[in-house]
């Protein structure tokens, strides 16, 4: 059975860092694309970032150059490095994976921007 666990959230002052983790299991993460996904209150959730099984990474444009996916094969972990955090990046964060055409999803972590 395919689990997708993320980690890591919490409240950060803006311009702080976080780095978030999402730990699977019953596949491994270097075989197909995770992507990470946001959905912050009265909004739709949104595709933020994504690493392919190449390793090829792709952000959206209001994260790029302060987010970084990356992937730990040995601990089949992704990770999402969050640095100058703003407080429109509130919301809880999901990473999902597709497998054979079925939507997997962690179930979330909260992240805080505030002072």
């Known amino acids: 059975q395919v689990q997708l666990v993320e980690s890591g959230g919490g409240l950060v002052q803006p311009g702080g860092s976080l780095r978030l983790s999402c730990a699977a299991s019953?596949?491994?993460?270097?075989?197909?694309?995770i992507r990470w996904f946001r959905q912050a209150p009265g909004k739709q959730r949104e595709l933020i970032a994504a690493i392919t099984s190449g390793g090829s990474t792709n952000y959206v444009d209001s994260v790029k150059g302060r987010f970084t996916v990356s992937r730990d094969n040995a601990k089949n972990t992704v990770y999402l490095q969050m640095n100058s955090l703003k407080p429109e990046d509130t919301a809880v964060y999901y990473c999902?994976?597709?497998?054979?055409?079925?939507?997997?999803w962690g179930q979330g972590t909260q992240v805080t921007v505030s002072s």
């Open positions: 999902n994976t597709v497998l054979f055409s079925f939507e997997y």
């Open positions: 019953g596949h491994r993460v270097s075989t197909n694309a």
